[in-house]
């Protein structure tokens, strides 16, 4: 019995206590930290192990590496904080109404991970990145007619959604990367 609970606080004092006071941070991540007495620090930290206070301060590890970003159909919404949505349905400027899928590249900037943190939140995917995706989208399709998207005016339609997205996203603290359309299908009416 009494090796039984020298094992249970042998366990809590390595797993809640000792760990507590560290942060490792994989490659390709950053850390924040929340401090219940300063909350979110402005300070980033990268690939490593870092001290931290415990039980006074909590860290949140954000994935700094490129990230894709599918619009496909065999996409599932059932997690809304996934990385990716449904075809965008839109209407192109000669009334063609199309299912657009692709793939934009996405990274966060390591630099305003704590800004997005602290005024967003961990579901900017969600609140930022999917509304306004879908938004620019059918804003850019309804200007150009359903032809272009099958001509070498392809490329203008993609450099023109990466441009307009680079000017939403990259105040937001999230760089567009690229924007590689797959397949712009006309729907059927009806």
């Known amino acids: 019995m009494a090796d039984a609970i020298d094992k249970l606080m042998y366990t809590f004092v390595v797993e809640d206590v000792l760990k507590g006071f560290f942060i490792n941070v994989p490659p390709g991540y950053v850390a924040c930290v929340y401090d219940l007495g300063r909350g979110v620090l ?5 690939p490593g192990l870092h001290f931290k ?5 909590r860290a949140k590890l954000f994935n700094t590496q490129t990230l894709e ?3 496909s159909k065999k996409f599932s919404l059932d997690h809304p904080s996934a990385m990716g949505d449904q075809p965008i349905h839109a209407v192109t400027a000669d009334e063609t109404e199309v299912g657009i899928e692709g793939t934009i590249l996405l990274r966060l900037d390591q630099q305003q991970i704590p800004t997005i943190w602290q005024s967003v939140g961990e579901d900017f995917v969600e609140k930022i990145i999917r509304p306004t995706i879908q938004s620019r989208f059918r804003m850019i399709a309804s200007k150009y007619e359903f032809s272009d998207f099958a001509s070498a005016r392809r490329d203008a339609v993609e450099l023109d959604i990466r441009d307009e997205l680079v000017r939403i996203f990259l105040p937001r603290g999230i760089i567009v990367e690229n924007v590689l359309l797959s397949e712009i299908a006309e729907e059927r009416k009806g």
């Open 42 to 46: 402005k300070k980033v930290l990268t």
């Open 53 to 57: 206070i415990p039980f006074w301060q």
């Open 69 to 71: 970003y599918t619009i």
